[in-house]
DNA sequence: ATGGCCAATATGATTGGA
């Protein structure tokens, strides 16, 4: 089964490409993030086309997720849970299976945080330890679980082209970073570095200075796995290819595929 | 050497992204 996440900055205005790379990569499973439009607003007939069931959890101009899955959805649900004032799309779990298969997946939109100093970075932490408290309820199910979208964390200096000019930044900051990592402590098993440590891999590069020409990207688009799940790990992917299309997102598709 | 973008909005300036 191959399960992918991608940011894709509009699902308007990247309905074309993102139909193209369904066609291409034949996910079984897409979480969307940044959909920015409303669930009624969703272009979802000709994402239903290709095959796919659609969950969607949206909201005006800003935010949304949503899951596309070949494979029946059993349970949807919305919203992290621990703060019910929080009115952010940014957060959708589903349970998807196929016969003996099942597979609880949640495709995650964490907040960027900037400017650090600011309610956007404490509402950035406070998101994490609310993820960090639902993986932990969700990790003591001991089933496979896959959590996959856009982190808005760069986990280490090797995911990033210019350490140094991202050092003050919401997504690289210590504090950052340990969250992210404490989120792992709780056994979760983040998949491209399950199978390399190399430097220079990315899934983000800015539309602006020139980011994607100077491939001057970052590392922040994660798949994160249960052991039940990571044990059935045969492959992960970046489709890096993406980036170069007609109107790209600034973030590309990561995907794993699971013996499931 | 430096800076360069993009999307949505009762839209032409502002907000948010990263």
Partial sequence: ?????????????????VLAWLKEREPDVACLQETKCTDAAFPREAIEELGYNVAVHGQKAFNGVAVLSKLRLDEVTPRLPGDDEDDHARFLEVVVSSGSRALRI????????????????????????????????????????VLAGDYN?????????????????ALFLPHTRAKFGALLHLGLIE????????????TFWDYQAGAWQKNAGIRIDH??????????????????????????SDHVPVWIELEL
């Fill in 1 to 17: 089964m191959r399960v992918a996440t991608w940011n894709v900055n509009s699902i308007k205005q990247r309905l074309d490409g």
């Fill in 106 to 145: 949640a495709s995650i939109y964490l907040p960027n945080g900037n400017p650090p100093g600011t309610d956007k970075y404490s509402y950035k932490l406070r998101w994490m330890d609310r993820l960090h408290h639902y993986a932990d309820t969700r990790m003591r199910l001991e089933e496979p679980l």
């Fill in 153 to 169: 964390v760069i986990p280490a200096p090797a995911d990033v082209y210019d350490p140094a000019a991202w050092a003050g930044d």
């Fill in 191 to 202: 998949a491209v570095r399950a199978t390399t440590d190399a430097e220079g891999i990315y």
């Fill in 223 to 248: 798949v994160l796995l249960s052991p039940q799940a990571a044990d059935r790990l045969i492959a992960v992917g970046i489709d890096k290819h993406v980036r170069g299309w007609e109107k790209p």
